[in-house]
């Protein structure tokens, strides 16, 4: 064998050699992998399984450690990247139904304007259960014609909150019987504190009995003489606001005149509105007032005279 064949023999297997050191050894690599990872991994969507499917037994500590903080990094990447799911909490929707009654809005009773959160229990009932409701009985008539005429002294909330005493004081407000009442019993009326009215208002209600039983005489009640000023039917007014409401008509003109005329006191015109406010014989409840539409259907009922 020649010199030149032999030199060239030696480079051609040195050439050799170093390709082959050049290409990566995969069983070695492949090897060390499963020795970390001998399970495998798996392809999935969830952290849980994800982290389950990493083996961490390994018989070299430092691997071991490798493995572990592996599997932390990846969770948390996988966490980040996750979409969350967003749920939606059901709400409740309270559904109002309309109300047919203009007095009944969002369940809420609407009284009239003068009528507040302040007002006093004692004349919210009064207004709810009395203001604005035809009164026949002759008795009733007297009772509150006696107290619509307190009203120059004091407002509604105290006279009514002394009603009841002053039924006792007035015996019911029968005309015939205040009518005889002597001056020992209006003294004693006149120096009772509870009942906080003076002589001279005691001795007018006293005085207006007497005209009432002489009215009752000439046209048999009370009630026929002074429901005949509207022919015996309400007035049914339709005031949206408290300004729309007067303080005195020309039928409350006329009727003091005549009352006065008659020998009654205290029954000027703002009074004697008042006192037909009071029984019904004007509907003044305001529109939106949930005991506007109970008065006028008690208007609208026939003639109920005493």
């Known amino acids: 064998m020649s010199k030149q064949y032999v030199k060239r023999h030696v ?6 050699n ?6 990566p050894n995969k069983n070695i690599f492949s090897k060390n992998f499963k020795k970390i990872y001998p399970v495998g991994l798996h ?3 969830s952290p849980l399984s994800l982290s389950l499917s990493l083996s961490q037994n390994s018989t070299d500590s430092s691997l071991t450690d490798y493995s572990a903080q592996l599997d932390e990094k990846i969770s948390l990447a996988i966490r980040l990247i996750a979409p969350t799911e967003k749920r939606e909490v059901p709400v409740a929707k309270i559904v109002q139904q309309p109300s047919a009654d203009p007095g009944h809005e969002e369940g809420l009773i609407r009284r009239c304007n003068w009528i ?8 919210v009932q009064f207004h709810d259960e009395c ?3 035809p009164v026949y009985d002759d008795n009733e008539l007297f009772e509150l014609l006696a107290l619509s005429g307190m009203l120059m002294d004091f407002n509604w909330t105290e006279i009514l909150k002394r009603r009841q005493l002053l039924r006792e004081a007035f015996v019911g407000f029968e005309p015939n019987q205040v009518a005889k009442m002597g001056e020992k019993e209006i003294m004693d009326m006149a120096s009772n504190k509870e009942l906080n009215i003076t002589e001279s208002r005691v001795r007018c209600i006293v005085d207006n009995a007497k005209c ?3 009215i009752a005489r000439e046209y048999g009640s009370f009630s026929s003489y002074i429901w005949e000023y509207v022919n015996y039917k309400p007035m049914i007014n339709k005031f949206r606001h408290p300004r729309n409401v007067p303080l005195r008509n020309p039928k409350a003109e006329a009727i003091s005149k005549d009352l006065l005329r008659r020998g009654f006191r205290f029954v000027g015109p703002v009074i004697v509105y008042s006192f037909m406010q009071a029984i019904g ?3 003044d409840h305001l529109v939106d007032c949930f005991r506007y539409r109970d008065c006028v259907n008690l208007a609208e009922r026939p003639w109920r005279h005493v």
Not at 18 to 23: N, Q, T
């Open 11 to 16: 480079l051609e297997k040195n050439k050799n």
């Open 18 to 23: 170093s390709k082959e050191k050049e290409k």
């Open 43 to 45: 392809r999935t969507c």
């Open 116 to 123: 507040t959160k302040n007002s006093d229990k004692v004349y």
């Open 131 to 133: 203001w604005g409701v």
């Open 212 to 214: 009432i039983t002489k």
């Open 281 to 283: 014989m004007t509907i």
